[in-house]
């Protein structure tokens, strides 16, 4: 496996991807993530462990399935140009 290769494509994947932006489901969970955070941590109220979980986890997933879901999509448009290309 090339790790230099996905490394390249990890760290410049705005740049390769036409009107690449976050998901409007990303960009919700995060949002409850940082109100929930400003509401119950940075307010030094009690910290209740399982929704403080529930709310960085949600946000995580919704990342990392945005990120699935537009590597997955650039992976066939890579597939798709080199079926182009000439043999």
């Known amino acids: 496996m090339n790790t230099d290769t996905i490394d390249k494509i990890f760290s410049n994947f705005h740049k390769l991807v036409d009107n690449y932006h976050d998901l409007q489901e990303t960009k919700d969970a995060e949002e409850n993530f940082w109100e929930y955070a400003e509401q119950n941590i940075l ?3 009690e910290l209740n462990i399982r929704e ?10 919704k990342y990392q399935r945005q990120g699935f879901i537009y590597g997955f999509r650039y992976a066939v448009d890579l597939l798709k140009k080199e079926e182009t290309l000439p043999k």
């Open 43 to 45: 307010r030094n109220t």
């Open 52 to 61: 403080f979980e529930n709310a960085f986890y949600n946000v995580t997933h």
